[in-house]
């Protein structure tokens, strides 16, 4: 919900800061006083369209401040989905904030910043939170209700069919990667085939080659263990004279054995550790003398080894290089290649293999898709019904209203199903239908967007909803019955009103007073939240002007009490 909204320097606004209530409020105030101005400014911090001239002139008429600010906080709950709207950005909400505050500033030049807690953001990112965090219904709208796009969602949501729905979508991404998969198959196979000469022939050469994992690597070592072959010899045969030259290291490690062999009883298992030590290095002695003999033998100078050494080397680096890969990578083209051709060769039989898996999506597509749209059809009449019902109160017993489904091309089917959905109206018999804002006049159009809501409350995702002026043209019996539909609808979520109704403003829990006083010659909106008293005394000048009489504070006390029973 709304929780508070600052406002700086905003046309007639200098400084105002108000605190919001759950439930039902109502903006109250003469006419010019400021009304439209304070929901431009929550606009402003919404994201919508901003120009220079809504900064505040100065006191002195010479032109306009500087900046201009506008800073609007929200309780919304962890799960809401403007908190992933705000991770697929990149803005940090790994410790959710509260409250959740969207800010925008507006220069005499017409630039602008916007902000959601305190994080530079596009002014399309704030505009895509605030369109999600509060709803304005009136012939001004742009979104909600007004935008043709949110009517299937509005019809699912009415009817409980989003677990459908959901099931719709799923069905219908499967469909589209199982399509994918089988062109991307086709054009696979059709290139292979056009490249089947070059592949079986480079097949070919990597099967006669055979080059094998970790193959380069051994063939490096062999190669410069034998180009220094003569120099290595002479020092490994200088090594082994160290340790077998005179009696030799083996033979004096025995004979120390021997000596100490006849004292290890006497020594009481000291000598233990010392017979053990030397008998490894014993041992290792001997290893290394086998080592040796067999480097030996392995670096012995054999030019025909050498040659075919670095032939075999070069020869698989020189097919490393024309496929352009490194050598470790021939391995894994050699099976690429068996791969493409084993494509080719199974052509037929894969090709319908894919065909038969996107004809079992397709089909379990359009099965569920189908489904949806009969359930959309009788919630469409159920809708009709409900919405006709609140009509007759709401001074629209001539009117109709008519939830239109029509059924896409299949080119045309998406995740939402086949169903092109609107809603059309029409004020008056015999007239045709059309769309809300083309058909409506202004508080019609108003007073339909109310009925829809308190008929659709099930599926109102957005936390706050504002009326800008439902009540215009109506009173008495009219005005109350759109009061008590406000109050019903604020049941399930935050509703504010602009109203000139003193029957609308006798529903509200929460009453915000808009004021123009002048100083100087500047003219400055304040915003006041009254009292019960207060709130008595602005109902009775609703009722009677600028005269207020006794009769019209009876009256409004009357009407206050009547709400509050």
């Known amino acids: 919900m709304l929780a508070s909204l600052t406002i700086r320097d905003i046309v007639l606004i200098d400084k ?9 409020t109502a903006l109250t105030g003469e006419t010019g006083a400021g009304k439209s101005i304070l929901l431009d400014s929550l606009g402003l911090a919404l994201g919508m369209r901003a120009n220079s001239s809504l900064v505040r002139m100065n006191g002195s008429g010479e032109g306009q401040l500087s900046r201009s600010s506008v800073s609007a906080s929200f309780d919304v709950a962890e799960d809401h989905e403007v908190y992933r709207i705000l991770r697929d950005h990149d803005i940090d909400v790994s410790e959710i904030p509260e409250p959740l505050i969207l800010r925008r500033t507006l220069d005499s030049e017409g630039r602008g910043r916007a902000f959601i807690n305190d994080q530079p953001v596009s002014v399309s990112l704030l505009r895509q939170v605030g369109e999600k965090l509060v709803e304005i219904e009136g012939q001004f709208a742009s979104h909600g209700l007004m935008d043709q796009s949110t009517h299937r969602d509005s019809l699912d949501g009415f009817a409980g069919l989003k677990p459908l729905n959901a099931e719709v ?7 589209r990667e199982a399509e994918s998969a089988l062109a991307d198959a086709i054009a696979a196979i059709e290139k292979n085939r056009t490249d089947e000469e070059y592949l079986r022939h480079a097949l070919s050469e990597l099967m006669e080659l055979n080059p094998q994992p970790g193959e380069e690597t051994e063939l490096a070592e062999a190669r410069a263990l034998l180009m220094n072959g003569e120099r290595l010899v002479a020092a490994m045969a200088a090594a082994e004279k160290s340790l077998t030259n005179g009696d030799g290291v083996e033979d004096r490690l025995a004979a120390a054995q021997r000596v100490l062999a006849h004292e290890v009883e006497a020594a009481a298992g000291r000598l233990d550790t010392v017979m053990d030590a030397i008998s490894t290095a014993s041992d290792a002695v001997a290893d290394a003398e086998a080592l040796l003999r067999r480097v030996m033998v392995d670096a012995e100078p054999d030019p025909a080894r050498l040659e075919a050494c670095e032939e075999r080397l070069f020869a698989i680096r020189a097919m490393a290089r024309k496929h352009n890969i490194p050598v470790e990578k021939l391995p894994e083209l050699r099976m690429t290649f068996e791969e493409k051709l ?17 004809d079992a999506a397709f089909n379990a597509y359009c099965e569920k898709a189908r489904k949806l749209s009969e359930e959309r059809r009788k919630a469409a009449t159920a809708l009709d019904e409900a919405v006709a019902a609140e009509l007759p109160p709401l001074k629209l017993e001539k009117a109709t209203f008519t939830t239109q489904i029509a059924a896409l091309d299949e080119k045309d089917w998406n995740q939402s199903g086949m169903d092109r959905i609107h809603f059309e109206v ?9 769309p809300l804002a083309r058909i409506a006049s202004g508080g019609e159009l108003a007073r339909f967007l109310l009925a829809l809501k308190v008929v659709l409350y099930q599926a109102n995702a957005t936390p706050t909803l504002i009326f800008d002026e439902v009540d215009s043209g109506i009173g008495g019996a009219v005005a109350a019955a759109v009061g008590e539909r406000l109050a ?24 915000l007073q808009i004021t123009k006083s002048e100083d100087s010659g500047l003219a400055t909106t304040n915003v006041a939240a009254l009292s019960d008293t207060d709130r008595q005394e602005e109902i009775a000048r609703m009722l009677a002007g600028a005269q207020i009489t006794d009769e019209a504070r009876a009256a409004a006390a009357s009407l206050m009490q009547r709400e509050t029973a």
Do not use: Y
């Open 342 to 358: 084993e494509q080719i060769d199974d052509a037929d039989e894969f090709v319908q293999k894919l065909q038969a898996q996107r």
């Open 169 to 175: 979508s799923d069905l219908f991404h499967n469909w």
């Open 16 to 24: 105002v800061d108000i605190l919001f209530e759950n439930g039902l």
């Open 488 to 511: 019903r609808l604020s049941e399930t979520v935050q509703v504010l009103t602009i109203t000139h109704s003193p029957q609308v403003a006798s529903c509200a829990m929460q009453h």
């Open 426 to 434: 029409s004020t008056n018999p015999g007239s045709p239908s059309g």
